[in-house]
């Protein structure tokens, strides 16, 4: 499989102009369109588990509430901002040995991540989903009789007309959002009628970055998720490209709880900017799986990523409609989307399961970091006391990835076309 890293550069105007208008949002805007809680901001003594604390009353989109995150778009994303709740979480599980010490692979261009010569990333111990190893931990296939309807991406300008058809056609789906179109696109995620989980920060291949990288790339996302979503806090992902591994895969398990969802049908609606491929040609793509065998379901790779993209699925649903299939938003296939709520609706429970260090980590009550760790409560479970099979003896050589990575070096908001192979 070969990567494509796409610019749209026919539609950056539009996202320009976009991106501008979040300045305009203000203190209305707490008042939610969608199928989201009514108020946006939770206070300190909110249910949510320490790792995500938040207590930053300023409207969402606000040139003072995106000052709470890492505005990049090209990794490395900055250590400096790191919770020290994370960064605790993840030494404690190294400390654990549940983090595999295993190759970090060099970003190429348009290739896929290379591994050291001698290394096969297909097998035990790198199992990488890019070389189509799976863990028996990744979900690829729906239930039989079932399609996943679900989306990577947003939120992007393309979104709207999708969230309007969905709710139109009762339809539940599951948005993988990138963390950097959610803080840049608050309004468009606000009208998200459906579950949202993480889809990373910057859209990376994971695979190629480093441990405390990984942190960053899930956390911020979870996090910016739980900011506006009342404090719920996604079960699952989606790799960027496809690309995981066990190390990846156990970073996502056992500092934040997430599991992987991969694809079993690529419709390829992300080449279309590209002239790769045309939109009668992935809605063909869909309209032969929706006829065909019903086992195993199917869990289709698409995007709301233009309105292009968006109409291989809505121009498509009356095919999937006439064979017959039932339709679940993707996470539920498998288990509720948020580890702390049923859906967008319901109460946030309370939660805290990472893991704890030894000795006890402790929050600097003098650093003014509101997301920094208080005492611990007693209520941390310890999770895993098995090791990955694999998690030690491999021979390892360490890449930095970021120099690698600096082809990336456009603003932003180009980056959105940013794709999966
Ligand atoms: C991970 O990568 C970042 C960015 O390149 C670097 O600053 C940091 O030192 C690296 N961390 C480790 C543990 O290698
Ligand atoms: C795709 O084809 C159209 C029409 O020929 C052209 O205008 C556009 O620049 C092409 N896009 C890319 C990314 O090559
Ligand atoms: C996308 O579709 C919407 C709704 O149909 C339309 O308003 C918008 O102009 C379209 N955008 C582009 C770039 O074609
Ligand atoms: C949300 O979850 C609660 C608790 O399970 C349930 O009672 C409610 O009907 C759900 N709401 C929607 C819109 O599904
Ligand atoms: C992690 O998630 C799984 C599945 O969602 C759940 O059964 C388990 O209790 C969670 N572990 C912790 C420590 O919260
Ligand atoms: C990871 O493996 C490399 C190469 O075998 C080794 O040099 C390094 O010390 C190991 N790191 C840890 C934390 O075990
Ligand atoms: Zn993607």
């Known amino acids: ?104 692979p060099i970003a190429i261009p348009n290739e896929n991540p290379q591994y050291p010569q001698g290394e096969d990333p297909s097998q035990e111990p790198i199992c990488s989903s890019t070389f189509q190893c799976r863990d028996p931990s990744d979900h690829w296939d729906a239930p039989d009789g079932f399609v996943g309807i679900g989306f990577d991406d947003g939120p992007t300008p393309a979104s709207p007309q999708l969230y309007s058809f969905l709710q139109q056609q009762k339809l539940k789906a599951t948005h993988f959002m990138i963390g950097m179109n959610v803080v840049s696109y608050t309004q468009i995620f606000d009208q998200a009628f459906s579950v949202l989980n993480v889809h990373t920060w910057t859209h990376p291949q994971m695979t190629t970055q480093n441990n405390t990288q990984l942190l960053a790339q899930f956390g911020w996302t979870i996090q910016v998720i739980s900011d506006l979503t009342g404090g719920r806090v996604p079960r699952y992902w989606r ?46 793509s869909i309209t032969e799986w929706y006829k065909g065998p019903k086992s195993p379901g199917l869990i289709i790779l698409e995007h709301e990523l233009t309105n292009e993209t968006v109409s291989g699925f809505m121009d498509t649903y009356p095919i999937l409609l006439a064979n017959n299939w039932q339709t679940q938003s993707t996470v539920r296939l498998f288990d509720g989307p948020y580890r702390n709520a049923q859906n967008n609706t319901d ?52 890449h930095n990835s970021a120099s690698t990575l600096s082809r990336f070096s456009i603003p932003f908001f180009l980056a959105l076309g940013s794709h999966e192979q």
């Not at 980590?361 to 479970?381: E, F, L, M, Q, Y």
């Open 239 to 284: 790799p960027p490209y496809g690309d995981s591994d066990n190390r990846v895969r156990a970073i996502a398990k056992y500092v934040f709880n997430l599991t992987q969802i991969d694809w079993n049908h690529d419709s390829e609606d992300w080449t279309i900017a590209d002239n790769k491929t045309t939109l009668p040609a992935v809605e063909a």
């Open 1 to 104: 499989m070969s990567l494509v890293v796409r610019i749209l550069s026919v539609v950056s105007a539009f996202f320009i102009a976009f991106a501008h208008s979040h300045k305009h949002v203000d203190g209305s805007s707490e008042v939610r369109q969608g199928g989201l809680p009514d108020t946006w901001y939770h206070p300190a003594d909110h249910p949510i588990h320490r790792l995500f604390q938040r207590s930053n009353p300023n409207p969402p989109g606000s040139p003072e509430w995106m000052a709470q995150y890492p505005l990049v778009w090209q990794p490395p994303i900055p250590e400096s901002a790191t919770p020290k709740a994370w960064l605790d979480s993840l030494i404690g599980a190294e400390e654990m040995g549940l983090i595999p010490n295993i190759s970090i």
């Open 347 to 398: 109460a946030v429970s309370s939660m805290d399961f990472f893991i704890s260090r030894s000795p006890t980590p402790t929050a600097d009550p003098t650093s003014g970091d509101n997301r920094a760790a208080p005492p611990p409560s007693g209520t941390i479970v310890t999770v895993a006391e098995t090791r990955l099979a694999g998690a030690s003896g491999t021979p390892s050589t360490s």
